[in-house]
């Protein structure tokens, strides 16, 4: 009963370094999103996929790069950290239109950029 | 675009009293309307939804009904729980084709409930 699961927890990047966010889900979802989560405001959608091999841009898909080779998969890549990337970074996935896009979400990823 | 405006938090209630926390939309379209919440350090969880007008969600006590003409879904419960105690977020999705689900989420309203 994994749903969906995000590695790492937490991770301390200096500025200019890569790395990359880990999803996986194991319902069988074709569509999976981004989002980032800052202090006091609510979710913002980086990058989503409706399918292995399309993905498409969300609302602040800048210093960030994804890709989708599988159902289960949809890793986030950031390429050059900066503080402003400093965030807590949630993937969910949803079944689609017959679930009413119904999310379902990981833990959460916290990232200090320093 | 689309927008969802919470009402100012925190909120801090004595348990057994009554939870409304407010929830405004703008749309361009007729969207679906749903409340997650987060437990600490938890990813969110779908609490309700609706997916037309004067539909009621209702969840473990929670209830919001959707109105379309104040554009509001305000969240209620009657009798909160310490275990209550959570961040809630009101968003909102476009039921057009190419909408594919994507969240439009509110700011988030931290509810903090004492015994």
């Known amino acids: 009963n994994a749903g969906v699961t995000q590695t790492p927890k937490f991770r301390i990047l200096k500025i200019g370094q890569s790395m990359t966010l880990q999803c996986t889900q194991d319902m069988n979802h074709n569509y999976m999103y981004w989002y980032r989560q800052d202090p006091g405001m609510g979710l913002k959608l980086i990058y989503y996929s409706v399918g292995a091999g399309i993905t498409d841009k969300g609302e602040v898909p800048n210093g960030y790069n994804v890709s989708r080779s599988t159902t289960e998969d949809f890793p986030l890549r950031l390429e050059l950290a900066a503080p402003s990337q400093t965030s807590v970074y949630f993937c969910?996935?949803?079944?689609?239109?017959?679930?009413?896009?119904?999310?379902?979400f990981g833990p959460g990823t916290r990232l200090t950029v320093t | 675009g689309n927008s969802v405006t919470q009402m100012e938090g925190p909120v801090t209630l004595s348990e057994e009293a009554f939870l409304t926390i407010n929830c405004t939309y703008t749309a361009t379209g007729y969207p679906s309307l749903f409340w997650y919440v987060q437990y600490p350090g938890e990813g969110l969880q779908l609490l309700l939804k609706a997916t037309k007008a004067d539909d009621k969600g209702s969840n473990k006590g929670f209830e919001a009904t959707y109105r379309k003409e104040t554009t509001s879904f305000h969240l209620e419960k009657g009798s909160v729980q310490v275990s209550d105690s959570a961040v809630y977020f009101c968003a909102l999705s476009d039921r057009g084709g190419t909408s594919y689900g994507k969240l439009t989420f509110g700011q988030g309203t931290i509810l903090t409930v004492h015994p």
């Open positions: 969910a996935s949803s079944q689609g239109v017959g679930s009413s896009y119904e999310q379902y």
